[in-house]
C-alpha cells in the first residue's frame, strides 16, 4: 500500500506541514528514526520537483541517509538545523502574503527545536 502523501494542492501542502511541524514539536510521542524515514519520504520527491526547493530535498536525502545509517544524534541534529535555515530563507522570500510563510516558519521553528532535543539526549 502507498503511504506517501501527494502533494498536489495547498491544502495537501498545508496538511504535511502541519502534520510535520506536529509530529516535530512533540505533540506526538518520540519520533523513531523509521518513523522520520517515512516523513522524509513524502518530502523528497515533490520538493525535487520545484528549482526553488530542490537543495532541501537534497539536504532531506542526506538526513534520509543519516537515519537509515543510524548516525550520532548529534550529526542528525546538525543536519535538521541546516534544513532548517533553508526552510527559513524560503519563508522570508515568499513575503509576507498568505498562509505559507508562517507555516514554514513554523516548520523551521519545529526543525530547530527538534535538532536541539536530538543534541540533548
Known amino acids: 500500500m502507498d503511504n506517501k502523501v501527494h502533494i498536489n494542492s495547498l491544502a495537501d501542502t498545508t496538511a504535511l506541514l502541519e502534520s510535520t511541524t506536529s509530529k516535530l514539536?512533540?505533540?506526538?510521542?518520540?519520533?523513531?528514526?523509521?518513523?522520520?524515514?517515512?516523513?522524509?519520504?513524502?518530502?523528497?520527491?515533490?520538493l525535487s520537483e520545484n528549482q526553488n526547493t530542490q537543495s532541501i530535498s537534497r539536504q532531506l536525502q542526506k538526513l534520509k541517509a543519516q537515519l537509515q545509517e543510524s548516525a550520532v544524534a548529534s550529526v542528525v541534529a546538525d543536519q535538521m538545523q541546516l534544513i532548517a535555515g533553508e526552510v527559513s530563507e524560503i519563508g522570508a522570500d515568499m513575503g509576507a502574503e498568505g498562509e505559507m510563510p508562517s507555516l514554514l516558519t513554523g516548520l523551521s521553528a519545529a526543525l530547530l527545536l527538534g535538532g536541539c532535543q536530538l543534541d540533548e539526549r
Open 25 to 46: 514539536m512533540g505533540s506526538e510521542i518520540s519520533i523513531t528514526p523509521s518513523a522520520g524515514i517515512e516523513l522524509l519520504d513524502q518530502w523528497i520527491v515533490p
